[in-house]
Nanobody, 120 residues
Framework: VQLQASGGGLVQTGDSLKLSCAAT????????MGWFRRAPGKEREFVAA????????YYVNSVKDRFTVSRDSAKNMVYLQMNGLEPGDTAVYYC??????????????WGQGTLVTVSS
């Protein structure tokens, strides 16, 4: 599968941004899709995931009340609506896919990143 993320940009504190990820290839073995991010000088971290069949979302605690992950099965796309952005959200965001039966496992596929910069 190939994953193409888009929607990053430069915004101000408190602004909103929506990331999109288009997936090519079949979905038969897909368990979930989601997002990771890597902030400058920090380790890559899990942000959000959504199971492909059931649509169950998962979030890291730091974004739980501000970000919403969703998917469009017909379009083979996953989204990340980010509200109330903070400078700490500045990072390269990566779209990912899991084919194993748990998002606790490392993702099986990674897209290229899209940069989100939040100015104070």
């Amino acid at each position: 599968v190939q994953l193409q993320a888009s929607g990053g940009g430069l915004v101000q504190t408190g602004d909103s941004l929506k990331l999109s990820c288009a997936a090519t290839g079949g979905t038969f073995s897909r368990y979930a899709m989601g997002w990771f991010r890597r902030a400058p000088g920090k380790e890559r971290e899990f942000v959000a995931a959504i199971t492909w069949k059931g649509g169950t979302p998962y979030y890291v605690n730091s974004v739980k009340d501000r970000f919403t992950v969703s998917r469009d099965s017909a379009k083979n796309m996953v989204y990340l609506q980010m509200n109330g952005l903070e400078p700490g959200d500045t990072a390269v965001y990566y779209c990912v896919e899991w084919t194993g039966m748990s998002t606790a496992l490392p993702p099986n596929s990674w897209g290229q990143g899209t940069l989100v910069t939040v100015s104070s």
